[in-house]
């Protein structure tokens, strides 16, 4: 998992590098364009195993299709919660949801399928995907964009959101942990204000004494008994 994690981590350096330079998409393009982009490579044994990446993308909806002798097929809502994989394999539906970050000894069938996804999507995609990786009219530019949206939501637990502002899929993992941190604190801020409740209204000392229970008589009515019979 190490070596992955370092390379999913050297992607996202160099595209924040790139992009001071203006040509590139940005996070908000990314998450909000609908592409479909089909990569056909020779493969093995001479060219006789033919493999076949498709990735189609409809706004926060990410689905990677890869056929090479049996088809697989993940979908990945970037915008839902919680964060999972619904996978088909072999003609099997099933889904993996994110329990924590993928790191450690400790590996989970989340992680093993997160792990399978990126390596196919850069193996089959990223390499032999033509056209430049800034522009998102290129296969180059989809797969991309579609790589970098996954990462963020499977590898940094970032939900997207097509009605806010997104973070920066380019940046390094610390900084867009650190302001994803920062909003998660103020929008619960804000939930306890809306459920904070309504001061107490203070009670005069008159209010705090002891009322008489109704079954029981004053003190002022009670009338001792008649002692003209004794």
Known sequence: MS????????????????SAYGNKFDSK?????????????????????KSELVVSKKECEVEVMFK???ETTWKVDVCREPIHIKLTSKGT??????????SGSKSTEFC????????TMQDYGLIYAEGEREKLKTAHGQVYCSFLLLGRYLEDGYVFSKYEEPLNIYGDFAKVKAEFERIQSLKK???MKAL????????NEDS???????DEPLIEDYTPPSTESF
């Open 112 to 119: 093993e399928e997160w792990n399978e996804l990126a390596t």
């Open 93 to 102: 539906p099933s889904v993996h949801k994110r329990v924590n970050k993928c």
């Open 29 to 49: 393009t990314c998450l909000n364009d609908t592409f479909s982009t089909r990569i056909a490579n020779e493969g093995k044994y001479f060219g006789l195993l």
């Open 208 to 214: 705090l004494m002891e009322e008489p229970s109704v």
């Open 68 to 70: 090479e002798v049996l």
């Open 196 to 203: 904070k409740p309504e001061p107490l209204v203070e009670k």
């Open 3 to 18: 070596w992955f994690k370092y390379s999913f981590n050297i992607l996202l350096i160099y595209g924040f590098s790139l």
């Open 189 to 191: 801020i804000e939930q």
